[in-house]
């Protein structure tokens, strides 16, 4: 087995490496934000939303 000299002050002004790490962290977030859209989506469909049911006073008032 060889042995290689791993380098982190190399890798770490590597603009891959940042670009790579940026590109994890965008995709996490952004599969984070569609499964909280996802829970929002199902949460209305479970339950209504308060314009389904007219609760508000101003659709049962008549007009003078």
């Not at 603009?15 to 952004?30: C, H, P, T, V, Y």
């Not at 929002?40 to 101003?58: N, P, V």
């Amino acid at each position: 087995m060889g042995t290689r000299n791993f380098d982190v002050k190399k890798l770490l002004n590597d603009r891959k490496f940042w670009f790579a790490s940026f590109l994890i962290g965008w995709a996490a977030a952004l599969q984070g934000h569609m499964m909280w859209l996802q829970r929002q989506d199902s949460f209305k469909q479970k339950f209504g939303t308060l314009d389904d049911h007219d609760t508000d006073d101003r659709h049962d008032s008549t007009p003078i």
